[in-house]
């Protein structure tokens, strides 16, 4: 999602002449997109806020200014703490408030106009009445043949690890024709595959002005994007176990466009766990999930979030995980140590689990995830899939693509082939990747 905001923010900025420029010291202003979700992302900010302060003295020594932007969830979760310890950042955005960027610009023009000096940093960090959404640009050109496009966001879900609620606010979900409005645009411009964003992106209900104020669900919404000829593919991330309906599950039954893949976080395999995080569903009722889309789409694909060591998990709740992990078995996925964060309630718990325990169970549970991705890797050679190529591999005369359970897959294959799906006979795979054949004479085309 912060890709998607970055993207947004430099679309903001085109109609005042921003372009995007690769260097940082040649820049006329610097956005810092932040995270906030672990400890690990946040603390990087300030040693990158460090770095980017010594382009702005180098560009002061030659009179000329540089606006440091500091946004995302980062900012607005310790906005002020950061004017506070960077007294040279002179903006701070929230992600529900960036559509302000231009009205801040001006202001800090103004400022520097009437010789006002540049004083304390602007601070923009409220939940604004409007929504962003209706103040972006419509000009944004995607970056390749895959493009995210963001359906819903916030969370009302109040997970007791999570900064989520705090920082992205509370649920919300964009108008149905706004949506499709925004894929039609993406889908002319090139892009064939459109992966719908949301930190619960499956208690998607937005609204059809078109079925007066009728209220959609994301099954509905991805059958509905579905016609859009010249789109390919559709994905979509992050899913809650408990908002899981019967039209996701439908969906993935009958619409060829959505690929077989499914991020569906557990974080843990312990019910015990799960009630302590306030995850609002058991492992039994996860699996069940994991069954009736098997049953629906025989060939799916899942993913998942982990946490080890959150307070109180004991080496019983850590045992339950790994037989989870078992009982699923994940095509691929995510696996963090627990990271207290501030105002969460499980930071404020006492039974915090020692780091050196942490680091043991990470380390078993990603050594058992590793081994079922290379399996489901393995499990796909001397098959042919669907690839879509998006752009040139490692090699010349190489392309890479995504496979429909998100791999990336790599074969010899004419540049014209870029935004193509193409058969490719999978010879190869690894962890991280696959490498195939493409299945037609199209490969010996220069
Ligand atoms: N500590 C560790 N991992 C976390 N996540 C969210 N909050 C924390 C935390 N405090 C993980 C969850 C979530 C993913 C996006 O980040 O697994 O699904
Ligand atoms: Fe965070 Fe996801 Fe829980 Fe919401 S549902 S609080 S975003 S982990």
């Not at 606010?169 to 889908?187: D, F, I, K, M, N």
């Not at 995980?321 to 627990?338: D, G, I, P, Q, R």
């Not at 050196?356 to 042919?384: C, D, W, Y």
Request: aromatic share 8%; hydrophobic share 35%.
């Amino acid at each position: 999602m912060n890709v998607y905001d970055s993207e947004r923010m430099a679309d903001l900025l085109k109609p005042l002449g921003f372009t995007i420029t690769e260097l940082p010291e040649d820049a006329d202003m610097v956005i810092l997109n932040t995270c906030h979700i672990r400890e690990k992302a946040s603390e990087k900010v300030y040693s990158e806020l460090g770095r980017i302060r010594e382009y702005k003295e180098a560009k002061r020594l030659n009179n000329q200014n540089m606006v440091i932007a500091v946004a995302g969830c980062t900012a607005q979760a310790e906005g002020e703490e950061i004017l506070r310890r960077a007294k040279y950042v002179d903006v701070i955005v929230g992600p529900q408030s960036y559509h302000r960027l231009p009205q801040i610009l001006a202001e800090i023009e103004r400022k520097t106009a009437v010789e006002e000096g540049p004083g304390r940093g602007i601070l923009e960090i409220d939940f604004p009445e409007e929504s962003k959404f209706d103040f972006l640009p419509e000009t944004s050109e995607p970056q390749g043949i895959s493009a995210f496009l963001s359906i819903q966001e916030g969370c009302d879900k109040f997970c007791h690890f999570c900064v989520v609620p705090y920082t992205r606010g509370a649920e919300y979900s964009r108008p149905v024709e706004t949506v499709y409005e925004e894929a039609c645009r993406l889908v002319e411009k090139g892009v064939q595959e459109i992966t719908l964003l949301g930190q619960n992106v499956n208690a998607y209900h937005g609204t059809f002005s078109g079925g007066e104020g009728e209220v959609w669900t994301l099954g509905r919404l991805i059958q509905y994007l579905s016609k859009i000829q010249a789109l390919k593919r559709i994905r979509y991330v992050t899913s809650h176990p408990a908002d899981v309906n019967e039209e996701q599950i439908n969906a993935h039954r009958d619409i060829e466009k959505l690929m077989p893949y499914l991020h569906l976080p557990i974080q843990s395999g312990s019910d015990r766990i799960l009630k302590l995080m306030n995850r609002k569903h058991t492992t039994a009722y996860y699996t069940e999930i994991i069954e009736k889309l098997r049953s629906a789409r025989p060939d799916i694909a899942f993913s998942s979030d982990f946490i080890v060591g959150y307070p109180g998990e004991t080496d019983k709740d850590f045992e339950d995980t790994l037989e989870l992990v078992k009982k699923v078995n994940f095509a691929s996925a995510f696996s963090f140590k627990y990271s207290p964060r501030p105002g969460t309630p499980a930071s404020m718990l006492d039974d915090q689990v020692s780091e050196e325990v942490k680091t043991e169970r990470l380390a078993r549970l990603q050594s058992l995830l590793f081994e079922q991705q290379i399996a489901f890797n393995q499990s796909l050679i001397g098959k042919s899939i669907s690839i879509l190529f998006e752009k040139q591999g490692r090699h010349p005369g190489q392309l890479v693509g995504r496979s429909p359970y998100l791999q990336s897959v790599y074969a010899e294959a004419a540049t014209r082939l870029i935004g193509q799906c193409v058969d490719v006979l999978i010879t190869h795979a690894t962890q991280n990747s696959l490498t195939g054949t493409v299945m037609t004479q199209e490969k010996i085309t220069i």
